[in-house]
């Protein structure tokens, strides 16, 4: 049986579960988006200790001046292993030294500069910023408190998040870490 389950079939790419995406909803989120703002692994504006020191972790507003073709732009941090909670105000602690890239961290732009909450749910709702998987008609996502999840292939809560959140203009880590750094 295990062996026949193992084998090539023809159908297709399998959806994938809500556990296999660690999903979580809106409510488990408190309605707010998911980042390392709200995170239990967060060493507060400095660090994650799922990753150790050597990448810095902090939101930031590109570029430092707005020009004509170019607008200022919030960007809040956020890795796939977020867990809803509080962040470590304390002296930093580092429990695992993970790839950056493996835990797909990347920082995610704001609707707005200034927020009190910044990052990645479903339908962008409470100053989150849209998946590109959350599958609306209307214009605005936001708008929408539901909508068709093209990796669940079901229907998901506007505040909902998971770890396969996608957005076209995401910031990668390295990129960030360069930004980070001009900025010193
Ligand atoms: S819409 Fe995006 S963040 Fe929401 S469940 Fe689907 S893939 Fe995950």
């Given at each position: 049986?295990?062996?026949?389950n193992s084998q090539p079939s023809l159908e297709g790419v399998p959806v994938l579960s809500r556990p296999?995406?660690?999903?979580t909803t809106a409510a488990e989120m408190r309605n707010e988006p998911a980042s390392c703002y709200n995170c239990i692994f967060y060493n507060h504006?400095?660090?994650?200790q799922l990753i150790g020191p050597r990448v810095v972790i902090s939101k930031f507003t590109y570029p430092k001046v707005a020009t004509n073709d170019a607008k200022r732009i919030e960007y809040w941090p956020c890795c796939g292993m977020h867990q809803h909670g509080e962040p470590n105000f304390g002296p930093p602690t580092f429990s695992a030294s993970n790839d950056p890239t493996s835990l797909d961290l990347i920082w995610i732009n704001a609707p707005s500069l200034g927020l009190e909450r910044g990052g990645a749910n479903c339908g962008?709702?409470?100053?989150g910023d849209d998946c590109d998987?959350?599958?609306t008609?209307?214009?605005?996502?936001?708008?929408?408190?539901?909508?068709f999840c093209r990796v669940l292939q079901s229907t998901?809560?506007?505040g909902d998040v998971c770890a396969s959140w996608r957005d076209d203009d995401q910031l990668p880590w390295d990129k960030a870490q360069n930004i980070l750094k001009e900025r010193e």
């Open positions: 049986m295990r062996r026949a296999q995406v660690l999903f504006d400095e660090s994650c962008g709702e409470n100053g998987n959350y599958c008609d209307g214009d605005d996502k936001r708008d929408e408190p539901s909508a998901v809560m506007n």
